[in-house]
């Protein structure tokens, strides 16, 4: 079943804005990470964030935790077109080591 | 590069076909995934190897075979498929199986099966 859910599905913004994405998840987390994947191509890591912690940053990146609403959120900013992807959410439940994916944001930069 | 290879990268097969995808790590990794990605659903885990050792089997159907002769290398073998089982197939490697760590990508391939 599908523990992260992406939202929104597609969002499409002009470079130089801010772009955000939010993840939604159901049980109990050890940590979630977000991914990244261009098309047709393999997914790229971007950051973890741990269930403890409620904030961390990684270049023009900022991921935020809310364990209360079981939700994450991802902030690009001062966008590029090279971000234009798709942006993975995937959790890590306490008791199981897998990775549970969500279907991603599709992220279009307009020039 | 994210140190995880796979070939072939593209791949058309008929359903009495039996082919093989293969996955290599250069990393240093112990466990291995393989994942299906088909469009607008979440990835999906098929397989597991942890220190060679097959840890997860998600309920994948048997004309799928995995194999994995050494902890660098990981192959799956593919027969009798079905069109529904046209997809990405990713292969990923961590530093161990536990999911606290990050994942590293290959490229996948892309099966079309007709």
């Known amino acids: 079943s599908q523990q992260g859910e992406e939202d929104p599905q597609a969002l499409s913004i002009q470079e130089g804005e801010n772009a955000t994405m939010n993840c939604s998840y159901k049980?109990?987390?050890?940590?979630l990470q977000w991914y990244r994947q261009n098309s047709g191509r393999g997914l790229v890591h971007l950051i973890l964030?741990?269930?403890n912690e409620r904030e961390k940053h990684s270049g023009r990146l900022r991921v935020t935790l809310d364990t209360s609403k079981k939700s994450s959120s991802l902030l690009i900013t001062a966008s590029r077109a090279a971000d234009t992807a798709s942006y993975f959410c995937?959790?890590?439940?306490?008791?199981?080591?897998?990775?549970?994916w969500g279907a991603g944001t599709k992220l279009i930069i307009k020039p | 590069e994210t140190g995880v290879t796979q070939t072939p990268r593209h791949l058309v097969m008929g359903m009495t076909n039996k082919k093989s995808l293969k996955c290599e790590q250069h990393?240093?990794?112990?466990?291995m995934y393989w994942y299906k990605q088909s469009a607008k659903k979440p990835l999906e885990l098929m397989f597991v190897?942890?220190?060679?050792?097959?840890?997860e089997n998600n309920s994948v159907p048997s004309r799928f075979s995995p194999e994995c002769p050494n902890s660098s290398h990981l192959f799956l073998h593919l027969h009798t498929l079905q069109p529904e089982d046209s997809a990405l197939y990713l292969c990923?490697?961590?530093?161990?199986?536990?999911?606290?760590?990050?994942?590293?990508f290959g490229p996948g391939t892309r099966l079309l099966v007709l």
């Open positions: 190897y942890n220190f060679k050792e097959q840890t």
């Open positions: 995937a959790t890590v439940k306490d008791s199981n080591y897998q990775l549970i």
């Open positions: 990393l240093g990794h112990n466990a």
């Open positions: 990923a490697s961590s530093q161990g199986g536990a999911g606290e760590e990050t994942q590293y």
């Open positions: 964030i741990r269930s």
């Open positions: 049980t109990s987390i050890n940590n």
